[in-house]
T-cell receptor
Framework: SAVISQKPSRDICQRGTSLTIQCQVD?????MFWYRQQPGQSLTLIAT?????????ESGFVIDKFPISRPNLTFSTLTVSNMSPEDSSIYLC?????????????FGPGTRLTVT | GESVGLHLPTLSVQEGDNSIINCAYS??????FIWYKQESGKGPQFIID?????DKRQGQRVTVLLNKTVKHLSLQIAATQPGDSAVYFC?????????????FGTGTRLQVTL
């Protein structure tokens, strides 16, 4: 399976600032995904990032708040803009990889964001 | 590390016993289903998946059962070990032409007692 790393692993930020999270994969993948996991809750898909095209956002998430870049097949960034305490979450990157004829999703370790 | 799933349902199991974690899903058009394990401070780890045209699949110490009639999924862990302590999520997968979209369940925290 693909090996995924994220930077930073955690950060504490002040409200009103922005943070860019990086996701690096050890192999070329077509689809990358960004999820949010709020404290004590499950994972919610923010957007799907396909290389060479605009990211596709899920209901409740907008590009102005969560701009995404996907410059190549091994890298993506998610920016959390104009942060508020409600943005405190774990942000996870995942990739879709073909394995045994099925596309499976693998996750990075996450970025733990605290907004004060 | 930080805890995940502080407010999730909790299943306590004694070491060596079998664990059964349940999940309900709503999308009858899902192509397949995945169980993930998330340890504290880590991202979800793939455990096992099952196609929608199957009703049972076995892995190493784990078995997944799918009941499409009642839209229910379960994960059985045999001879539960302390290392199995984690939060477990089911996810249903809906494949579109360009990507597979995962919808996660609420999760269950498994606590293994000695």
């Amino acid at each position: 399976s693909a090996v995924i790393s994220q930077k930073p692993s955690r950060d504490i930020c002040q409200r009103g600032t922005s943070l860019t999270i990086q996701c690096q994969v050890d192999s070329q993948v077509t689809m990358m995904f960004w999820y949010r996991q709020q404290p004590g809750q499950s994972l919610t898909l923010i957007a799907t990032a396909n290389q060479g095209s605009e990211a596709t956002y899920e209901s409740g998430f907008v590009i102005d708040k969560f701009p995404i870049s996907r410059p190549n097949l091994t890298f993506s960034t998610l920016t959390v803009s104009n942060m508020s305490p409600e943005d405190s979450s774990i942000y996870l990157c995942s990739v879709e990889d073909l394995y045994r004829g099925v596309y499976e999703q693998y996750f990075g370790p996450g970025t733990r964001l605290t907004v004060t | 590390g930080e805890s995940v799933g502080l407010h999730l349902p909790t299943l306590s199991v004694q070491e060596g016993d079998n664990s059964i974690i349940n999940c309900a899903y709503s999308n009858s058009a899902s192509d397949y289903f995945i169980w993930y394990k998330q340890e504290s401070g880590k991202g979800p780890q793939f455990i096992i998946d099952i196609r929608s045209n199957m009703d049972k699949r076995q892995g190493q110490r784990v078995t997944v059962l799918l009941n499409k009639t009642v839209k229910h999924l379960s994960l059985q862990i045999a001879a539960t070990q302390p290392g199995d302590s984690a939060v477990y999520f089911c996810a249903d997968v809906n494949s579109t032409g360009t990507a597979s979209k995962l919808t996660f369940g609420t999760g269950t925290r498994l606590q293994v007692t000695l």
